[in-house]
């Protein structure tokens, strides 16, 4: 039989997805399991690492079920990021694994910033300090847990799990390495100086395979499991992030993806190293090269949040809703009626880094509607993602030329005509409503050999878009002003800000 299929395993926070792709990147079947989340206390996320790998195999045999086990050419992983546990070298996990929710290491985080150097670290990872890279949680482990912590054998993010379980090998992409914190992201290395100064040894890390390229293959035992056959070639994927960065066809310089989705995450491609305060760095799931993302935390969360507990509308069994708001939002005026929010309700990442953050909504008035303030919301998001995007190109010494939206919010017509409106650059609807399983299969396509670079497997794998918003002139020159009104805002409220949270954090104490 022709092996004419490759499958994007896409292991998120709330389950795994794997799909089956052809070669023109058409999906073929799929399967799904969730996975559970546990929070044992405030600020711990945990998860059982065993239900990685059972929800992994359990929706690759519901694909083998469906296509066999023959027709698969190779599988390639897309992988919740800063996620990881303890393991002992045949991969038996010695504690839960701690999430990318997880906010346990604020204090190590401070104080690796004080020893290590806040610029220094930032320059050799390409992450701000900031409380998600997975360094700072095994701190905390060698911190608080020494006995744990000395037992460890390996420690593994979910990609390089996963690779164990199927392969027996302890390998991973560098494209999920890099967002642990703890890689030299110039030279594609574990990072010696950082692992010497957390006290973390080398060899308790996986080894590091580039996006595209094989790992291992399929073992009998991870066969008998999910039913695909021994054999079967494991490539190197990466984050779920960039791996929907692939997936939106961002492989180029000057492209850009945008993820409208629970949070709003966005990425531009480019094959130079650069780091700044607008973003962090990651390694790209390609040939070459680096996405320089941005993240506003609250995207669709606001969305929902704002219609239950502001409107007063059940979002899940009232989605019709929606298209109402955004009636309503697009009879609105630009700036909506001098409503602005900053919708830091999860904190703020880009540009500020500031996990203490809260949400903002002024210019209220007796006369405002919920029209505005839900235009008030999207335009919020967008204005950061505007002032962000200017931040990545003066900082990169690249432009971008186009945003690809993919996520659950690229529906709404309205909010892709304000984000081309306030960046000044065309947004495009993809057609990939995957994309993180996409860009994994892509990932699995190259190594497969089915095309000779992952750039060649996004371009035959990827379809035009949906539709592509215009940004119109006038629009632009109107919230060109309100950015620099948006942009102004939060550095004034700074003090005001730390103020109340100490306050509601004594009273909560």
């Known amino acids: 039989m022709i092996k004419d299929l490759v499958i994007g395993i896409d292991s998120s926070t709330s389950a795994t997805k794997a799909i089956a792709w052809d070669r023109s990147g058409h999906v073929v079947a799929e399967g799904r399991k969730a996975i559970g989340l546990a929070n044992p206390q405030p600020g711990y996320f945990e998860q059982n690492p065993d239900e990685w790998w059972d929800s992994t195999a359990a929706a690759l045999r519901s694909i083998t079920d469906q296509v066999g086990a023959a027709r698969i050419a190779a599988v390639a992983i897309s992988n919740q990021r800063e996620t990881f546990s303890a393991f002992t070298e045949d991969g038996t996990a010695i504690r839960p694994g701690m999430t990318w929710l997880d906010e346990r290491a604020r204090p190590q985080v401070v ?50 799990y996963l690779t164990h379980r199927l392969t027996g090998q302890w390998r991973t992409s560098t494209a999920s390495a890099d967002p642990t914190g703890l890689l030299d992201m110039a030279r594609n290395v574990w990072s010696a100086e950082i692992l010497d100064a957390a006290g973390i040894a080398a060899e308790k890390l996986p080894s590091l395979v580039r996006p595209g390229v094989q790992m291992g293959e399929v073992t009998s035992k991870a066969a008998a499991f999910t039913g695909l056959s021994a054999g079967t070639p494991v490539i190197a994927g990466g984050g779920d992030g960039q791996c929907a960065s692939t997936g939106a066809g961002v492989t180029s310089p000057g492209s850009a993806y945008i993820n409208l989705g629970t949070a709003v995450v966005s990425g531009s491609y480019g094959l130079s190293y650069a780091y700044d305060r607008a973003f962090r760095t990651e390694k790209a799931v390609c040939d070459d090269g680096y996405i320089y993302e941005q993240c506003v935390r609250t995207g669709t969360f606001l969305v929902d949040w704002m219609a239950r507990e502001m409107f007063g509308i059940d979002a899940a069994a009232q989605r019709n809703v929606f298209k109402a708001l955004e009636a309503e939002a697009a009879n609105c005026p630009i700036g909506a009626g001098g409503v602005v929010v900053l919708p830091y309700w999860l904190g703020c990442m880009t540009p500020y880094w500031d996990p203490y953050a809260r949400g903002v909504i002024a210019g209220l008035s007796g006369s405002t509607r919920r029209g505005a303030i839900y235009r008030a919301l999207l335009e919020g998001i ?52 995957e994309a993180s399983s996409l860009g994994a ?23 035009p878009p949906a539709r592509t918003f215009q940004p119109a002139s006038a629009n632009v020159a109107r919230y060109a002003e309100l950015r620099a009104i948006h942009a102004d805002l939060w550095p004034r409220l700074f003090d005001w800000n730390a103020r109340l949270a100490a306050f509601a954090e004594s009273a909560s104490s």
């Not at 949680?137 to 990609?159: L, Y």
């Not at 190109?393 to 005509?417: E, K, N, P, R, V």
């Not at 299969?441 to 379809?463: F, H």
């Open 441 to 463: 299969a892509i990932a699995a396509a190259k190594g497969a050999g089915w095309y000779g670079t992952i750039a060649e497997a996004t371009a035959a794998m990827t379809k």
């Open 111 to 160: 104080r690796f910033g004080k020893s290590f150097g806040a610029e220094r670290v930032h320059a050799i990872s390409g992450k701000p300090l900031d409380v998600l890279p997975c360094l700072y949680r095994i701190i905390w482990m060698a911190e608080q847990e020494p006995e744990i912590f000395a037992r460890t054998a390996r420690f593994a993010e979910v990609h390089g």
């Open 382 to 433: 967008a204005l950061e993602v505007a002032a962000q995007a200017e931040k990545i190109a003066a900082a990169t010494g690249g432009d971008i030329g186009q945003f690809s939206a993919i996520g659950g919010g690229s529906d709404s017509d309205l909010w892709l005509q304000i984000l081309a409106d306030t960046s000044g650059r065309p947004v495009a609807r993809s057609t990939a409503r």
